[in-house]
C-alpha cells in the first residue's frame, strides 16, 4: 500500500515560491494521473495540478502559468514549483491520485503566502 508523505510548504511573501514534494512510500508508477490537492479553511478541497505517467498535465486557471507539476517515477516523488505565489494560494496542499478510489490522505504541508 502507497503512503504519500508531504513537504515543503512554509509562509512567503506574495510573489515569492515555494517547491512542494510528495514522497510516497511505494510505487507511483502504478498511479497513472497523480494530482495536487489543496484546501483553504472553510473551502471544499479543490484539484489544482495533475500529470499523467505520459506526461500530460492540466491546471486548475487559478494557477495557470505560475505552477509547474513534475514526477519521477524512479524516485517515487511528484513535486509542486509554486511561483509568483498570491495570497489566495494559502492552503493546506496535499497529494494523491487523481481518480479513485484515493490513498489515505497525509498530513498535507501548509503554504501560507501573507501580502
Known amino acids: 500500500q502507497v503512503q504519500l508523505v508531504e513537504s515543503g510548504g512554509g509562509l512567503v511573501q506574495a510573489g515569492g515560491s515555494l517547491r512542494l514534494s510528495c514522497a510516497a512510500s511505494g510505487s507511483i508508477f502504478s498511479i497513472n494521473v497523480m494530482g495536487w490537492y489543496r484546501q483553504a479553511p472553510g473551502k471544499q478541497r479543490e484539484l489544482v495540478a495533475s500529470?499523467?505517467?505520459?506526461?500530460?498535465?492540466n491546471y486548475a486557471d487559478s494557477v495557470k502559468g505560475r505552477f509547474t507539476i513534475s514526477r519521477d517515477n524512479a524516485k517515487n516523488t511528484m513535486y509542486l514549483q509554486m511561483n509568483s505565489l498570491k495570497p489566495e494560494d494559502t492552503a493546506v496542499y496535499y497529494c494523491?491520485?487523481?481518480?479513485?478510489?484515493?490513498?489515505?490522505w497525509g498530513q498535507g504541508t501548509q503554504v501560507t503566502v501573507s501580502s
Open positions: 494523491n491520485t487523481k481518480f479513485p478510489p484515493y490513498i489515505n
Open positions: 500529470i499523467s505517467n505520459y506526461g500530460n498535465t
